[in-house]
């Protein structure tokens, strides 16, 4: 069977500012904060994070929308009629 491939994508649910750090930690199953510290350390250290930061939020795609499928509803019962 063929193995699923993972894609990486700017997270909607662990979103700050544009979902990047989070979409990475999901890429790699871990915590979008480790993430976040990171890229803060990369920030003042080097001084290239914000811009490393804004080029990943335009090159990432967001993470599509996820369809739920509902359970179908059940046809309303009729009532008898009363005479």
């Avoid at 990047?20 to 994070?49: A, E, H, Q, S």
């Avoid at 990432?60 to 046809?75: F, G, S, Y």
Wanted: glycine content about 10%; overall charge positive; aromatic content about 10%.
């Amino acid at each position: 069977m063929p193995e699923e491939v993972k894609k990486l994508y700017r997270s909607t649910d662990e979103k700050i500012l544009g979902g990047v750090c989070g979409g990475i930690g999901n890429y790699f199953g871990i915590d979008p904060v480790l993430v976040r510290i990171g890229w803060v350390v990369l920030t003042f250290v080097y001084g290239m994070g914000l811009l490393a930061y804004i080029i990943a939020w335009i090159i990432i795609p967001q993470e599509p929308e996820r369809k739920t499928v509902a359970a179908p509803k059940k046809p309303a019962k009729k009532k008898p009629k009363k005479k």
